[in-house]
């Protein structure tokens, strides 16, 4: 069990460009979450899937941001046409159903310019 | 994460115990946990507690839950210098599945 991992772990891009990110979780896992966490707060839900299937998307997830799983493991999370407000740390977490712990991966910090 | 609110800084000597706290609103919420990230790292899930129980205790840490009141602590014993880091207390409100943090609690631990 490696645990949660994120690629990259770092991201600096220009206003305007796109981005996409990568979480495998925990093997047998097959519920995943995308938070968003800025400087000096808690994480904030973006989207979570249950296998392939996206359940709930959170208003923070504007047009610009899409997340697929398409086979149900691993997870990308896209954003369009970047601003600066984007920059923060994206996270994923993973948990099992019926099962109360999520685990969180690295994060992936994302600078805009 | 203004459901749920925590004080922003805590500053403890080593070998001292820490009390972090945290408050919720959602009444419904039926687990309660306690996170912790350390600089430029992700988040480490130390515990959780069932909102049936009252207390619980891993190692040195101790958990209590005050249903009544919605106040949710976390006890560290004998802080070590290594406990320095932010602590995000955390909360799955009624029949959600994701979580709900708060900003998150500095804990210093001074040598």
């Known amino acids: 069990d490696t645990g949660v991992s994120q690629n990259p772990r770092h991201k600096i891009t220009k206003r305007g460009q796109n981005v996409t990110f990568r979480c495998d979780p925990i093997?047998?896992?097959?519920?995943l979450y995308w938070y968003r966490q800025t400087l000096g707060q808690g994480p904030e839900f973006l989207t979570y899937?249950?296998?392939?299937?996206?359940?709930?998307k959170s208003r923070l997830l504007s047009d610009r941001f899409s997340a697929e799983r398409p086979k149900g493991s691993f997870s990308t999370l896209e954003i369009q046409r970047t601003e600066q407000g984007d920059s923060a740390m994206y996270l994923c977490?993973?948990?099992?159903?019926?099962?109360?712990?999520?685990?969180f991966g690295p994060g992936t910090r994302l600078t805009v310019t | 994460g203004e459901d749920v609110e925590q004080s922003l800084f805590l500053s403890v000597r080593e070998g001292d115990s820490s009390v972090i706290n945290c408050t919720y609103t959602?009444?419904?919420?039926?687990?309660l946990y306690w996170y912790k990230q350390e600089p430029g790292a992700g988040l480490q899930l130390l515990t959780y507690?069932?909102?049936?129980?009252d207390m619980k205790q891993d190692q040195r840490l101790t958990v209590l839950l005050n249903k009544k009141d919605k106040h949710l602590s976390l006890r560290i014993a004998d802080t070590q210098t290594g406990d320095s880091a932010i602590y995000f207390c955390?909360?799955?409100?009624?029949?959600?599945?994701?979580?709900?943090f708060g900003s998150g609690t500095q804990l210093t631990v001074l040598p």
């Open positions: 899937f249950q296998n392939e299937a996206q359940l709930e």
């Open positions: 955390a909360e799955i409100p009624g029949s959600a599945r994701q979580l709900t």
């Open positions: 959602d009444s419904s919420s039926t687990y």
């Open positions: 507690i069932f909102s049936n129980m």
């Open positions: 977490a993973s948990t099992k159903s019926g099962t109360r712990e999520q685990y």
């Open positions: 093997s047998e896992h097959n519920r």
